[in-house]
């Protein structure tokens, strides 16, 4: 048996083993959904797609990115409106990453970043409306705060697809407040429905009027139709009105 031979057998199989192990470590996998950053000595090398990828370890190494929407639920937040009312508010912003380079390359945490950019452009926001705005215009405030949100994170790689205001917390006197004046604004919408249908009646009643007038014996018509509506129920006690005139042409009969 030559020495090859014999190093062969002896640092053969130990060798194949240990490459066979080294090729198994340097395997990663990249699913669907996920992008591989790949850094070379510390140095950018490009993004892996999905698939097996060789990573050879010391020199490369491989930070894989989620790009599915994600979301961020942003934690309530005190803020003060612009006529001075403070606000409990809170938020979730749904969001995607475009460039998965970026996202590793320019920030550092891109989840914690935009959280925290999120809480102070809605506080910003808030403190830029009044609180009847907000109330009224929820959609508005929260379009102009993704707006916002979603250019400044362009460097980052990440693109906010929809940010939405779901609670609004304001003080239990404010509140108290909003209910007595939510009260009377029914009460004077009553009195105003009412008025317009005794201004409406009023008209209508002038109308007939002018009708009746207008037009020989239609009043006697009228006249005559009112007295059979009430002799027609046995229960009715009909009471006759005179004209004075016909009461002292009597009385000229009499002399």
């Given amino acids: 048996m030559s020495e090859v031979s014999i190093i062969f057998t002896l640092f053969g199989m130990p060798l194949l083993f240990f490459i066979v192990v080294l090729l198994l470590a340097s395997i990663r996998q990249v699913n669907q959904y996920e992008r591989g950053i790949m850094l070379s000595f510390g140095k950018y090398t490009g993004t ?22 994600k979301t961020v639920d942003v934690p309530e937040q005190e803020a003060i409106t612009k006529d001075n009312i403070p606000i409990g508010i809170n938020a979730v912003i749904y969001y995607k990453i475009i460039s998965s380079e970026k996202a590793i390359l320019e920030v550092e945490n891109f989840y914690y970043a935009i959280s925290q950019l999120a809480q102070v452009t809605m506080r910003n926001a808030i403190g830029q409306v009044t609180l009847d ?13 993704q707006e916002v949100v979603d250019k400044a994170t362009d460097p980052w790689g990440i693109k906010v697809e929809n940010l939405d205001l779901k609670d609004i917390t304001i003080p239990q006197d404010l509140k108290r407040t909003i209910a007595k004046e939510a009260e009377a604004e029914r009460e004077r919408r009553a009195v105003i429905i009412s008025s317009e249908g005794e201004v409406m009646a009023a008209s209508n009643l002038v109308k007939a009027a002018d009708m009746l007038s207008a037009s020989a014996g239609a009043l006697h018509l ?28 009597l009385e000229g009969f009499k002399k």
């Fill in 48 to 69: 892996k797609g999905p698939g097996w990828r060789i990573v050879i370890p010391v020199f490369q190494s491989m930070q894989k990115v989620d790009i599915r929407t």
């Fill in 133 to 145: 705005e907000l109330l009224k215009n929820r959609e508005h405030v929260s379009q102009g705060i």
């Fill in 222 to 249: 009228r006249t005559l139709q009112s007295i059979n509506d009430i002799s027609s129920d046995q229960s009715n006690t009909t009471i006759w009105m005179m004209p004075i005139e016909v009461l002292k042409a």
